[in-house]
């Protein structure tokens, strides 16, 4: 079974600080992704990465990075944390093979900036 | 901006009743797929049907796509309290986008 895991459940920070939340894959997929999960708004696409070193921005990459230094790793940074980024954070990964495969999600980081 | 949308935002039915949720989407698409999630936790992939198939079943799933509409439904068959979820389309062409979901509650 594939497992995506992701650093932590819940996640409590202060305005200004930075954020690095991390999520972790077991199998050899190329293609990452990080989305955020809003009431009313379902899940929108911050940025994706089809292979290591590479990324794209997805609908709303304002006041996100990323980092893929590994393939098995996809790293999302909020470099000055603000209180509308509180959210679900939710990584998936999936094949490269038709980048339009099936996505295997992590459990998800709830991210509350204070 | 968001282009999937289900229908309805939320399902209250009984242990046993069959529930269908419908998906639309705006653009052309190479498949689309429905997640579900539960409580608090990430999305779990149920069923992924291609631009070019009708109809698609998976266990109590079935699925049925139909792109003149630019429309999907799912339908769950002899709901189960184990059901309780919500659920997701996932519409996958030049990008990917998710609907915000059919809040789904069956009551035993």
């Known amino acids: 079974d594939v497992k995506v895991t992701q650093s932590s459940r819940y996640l409590v920070k202060r305005t200004g600080e930075k954020v690095f939340l991390e999520c972790v894959q077991d199998m050899d997929h190329e293609n990452m992704f990080w989305y955020r999960q809003d009431p009313g708004l379902g899940l929108r696409l911050i940025y994706f990465s089809y292979d290591v070193k590479m990324k794209e921005k997805g609908d709303i990459p304002e006041g996100y990075s990323v980092s893929r230094e590994k393939k098995e790793r996809f790293s999302l940074i909020l470099e000055s944390a603000s209180t509308n980024q509180t959210s679900m954070y939710l990584c998936?990964?999936?094949?490269?093979?038709?980048?339009?495969?099936?996505?295997?999600f992590g459990p998800g980081t709830r991210l509350t900036v204070l | 901006s968001q282009q999937g949308e289900e229908d309805p935002q939320a399902l209250s039915i009984q242990e046993g009743e069959n529930a269908t949720m419908n998906c639309s989407y705006k653009?052309?698409?190479?498949?689309l797929q429905w997640y579900r999630q539960n409580s608090g936790r990430g999305l779990v992939h149920l069923i992924l049907?291609?631009?070019?198939?009708r109809e698609k079943h998976s266990g109590r799933l079935r699925v049925t796509l139909d792109t003149s509409k630019k429309s999907s439904s799912l339908l769950i068959t002899a709901s189960r309290a184990a059901d309780t979820a919500s659920y997701f389309c996932g519409s996958y062409g030049q990008n990917f986008v998710f609907g915000p979901g059919t809040r789904l509650s069956v009551l035993p």
């Open positions: 998936a990964s999936s094949r490269q093979e038709g980048w339009t495969d099936t996505q295997y």
């Open positions: 653009t052309s698409i190479n498949n």
């Open positions: 049907i291609r631009s070019n198939e």
